[in-house]
């Protein structure tokens, strides 16, 4: 019963370090990782198996959980797939690989990676785990060296170990990789502890940057207000309609570029954020440009203006990786409404 309930949280890891949720997936080789797909984390399953029996057996189990009407179960072999490219959001293989005869692992991976449409994750045992469970059989075990520059060729690839098995994952485009490097910072922001009376209740809480992961744009606040914290949203109401006029303005809209902050808690009273918080926060500020990218950061506001050691405001500077183009914070304009228009007249510069 340990082992079992063991191997179930296995499943459950690789899903989370994975980031599949709320998605379509395809799982190889018919199993329990399809039920905790589909129960806990909400995704619409399709698990293939090329043994009837193996199909017959995970179908019944499905159907003492009550989720089977969201797991489709088919027979397929998957060195020859049947599906149409992209079919699937994600294409989970949970120590399968090893199963494949050596000769048909290249066409398995290329079989994967053909029907997904953002990720392909392949799980499979490390040596040692290889030798515990099948030190016996016939299979052989996976050279993750040759895995990963397999899967190399098809696009960028990140790397995970938990306990005896390895996690390989292989994004099929640039945006997909920048959503889930973000979500895993999102994960370190939320979980960050290092300011005394920050990021444990709202409305004290992080907010994560918000936006489009291949913004040409990206725009650094302060820090978040107390509403902003609450709702979890960026730039919300007063200043919010100030800077979501600055993006009508630029053929823009929250979608399309990038809002973060340079400190991502609210503070008591709204207060200025002191050096040693400015500094606690700078890894995450500096790992979101790194991911996004930018074309242009707009600094908006004293605090980011500061932070990115700009010399003046509306002056558009060249760095190494990026232009940097420091406004006024909205908040200020909200205060001095009749400066409106010769404001949004200066984000003519951010046009692309």
Same mark, same amino acid.
């Given at each position: ?24 997936i395809l799982d190889i080789g018919a199993g329990r990782l399809a039920i905790i797909a589909a129960r806990d984390f909400n995704c619409k399953v399709t698990s293939i198996d090329i043994s009837k029996e193996e199909l017959k057996n995970a179908k019944e189990e499905a159907a003492q959980t009550g ?93 995970? !170990? ?58 650094? %606040? !302060? ?37 973060t902050n340079v400190c991502k808690c609210h503070t008591p009273k709204n207060r200025r954020n002191n050096k040693i918080e400015i500094d606690n926060c700078r890894p995450f500020l500096e790992k979101e440009i790194e991911i996004i990218k930018p074309e242009i950061i707009v600094p908006l506001g004293? !605090? %980011? ?31 001095? !409404? ?15």
């Amino acid at each position: 019963m340990v082992n079992q309930t063991h191997n179930l949280q296995a499943r459950t890891d690789v899903l989370e370090k994975s980031r599949i949720r709320n998605k379509t997936i395809l799982d190889i080789g018919a199993g329990r990782l399809a039920i905790i797909a589909a129960r806990d984390f909400n995704c619409k399953v399709t698990s293939i198996d090329i043994s009837k029996e193996e199909l017959k057996n995970a179908k019944e189990e499905a159907a003492q959980t009550g989720f089977d009407k969201k797991i489709k179960f088919e027979q397929e072999d998957a060195t020859n797939l049947s599906y149409k490219d992209n079919s699937f959001d994600a294409v989970v293989s949970y120590c399968a690989l090893h199963h494949i005869n050596l000769n048909k692992r290249k066409k398995f991976i290329y079989e994967l990676y053909k029907v997904a449409k953002e990720k392909i994750v392949i799980v499979d045992f490390s040596k040692i785990g290889f030798k515990q469970i099948h030190s016996n059989d016939n299979y052989s075990s996976v050279d993750f060296a040759w895995l990963e520059d397999e899967l190399s060729t098809f696009g960028k690839v990140k790397k995970y !170990q938990i306990e005896n098995r390895n996690i390989y994952i292989c994004f099929k485009s640039e945006k997909t990789l920048k959503q889930f490097e973000l979500s895993e910072l999102e994960d370190e922001v939320y979980n960050c502890r290092k300011c005394p009376g920050l990021n444990i209740e709202k409305p004290h809480t992080a907010v994560m940057g918000q936006g489009n992961p291949d913004a040409r744009l990206m725009f650094v %606040a !302060q820090n978040p207000c107390e509403l902003c914290a609450i709702y979890n949203k960026i730039f919300y109401k007063g200043s919010g309609e100030v800077l979501d006029k600055g993006l009508s303005r630029i053929g823009e809209n929250r979608e399309t570029v990038y809002i973060t902050n340079v400190c991502k808690c609210h503070t008591p009273k709204n207060r200025r954020n002191n050096k040693i918080e400015i500094d606690n926060c700078r890894p995450f500020l500096e790992k979101e440009i790194e991911i996004i990218k930018p074309e242009i950061i707009v600094p908006l506001g004293k !605090q %980011a203006f500061n932070w990115f050691d700009c010399s003046d405001w509306y002056k558009m500077e060249e760095r190494d990786d990026y232009k940097i183009y420091p406004v006024s914070h909205p908040a200020f304009i909200i205060r001095n !409404q009749e400066m409106l228009d010769e404001y949004l007249e200066k984000w003519n510069l951010l046009k692309d």
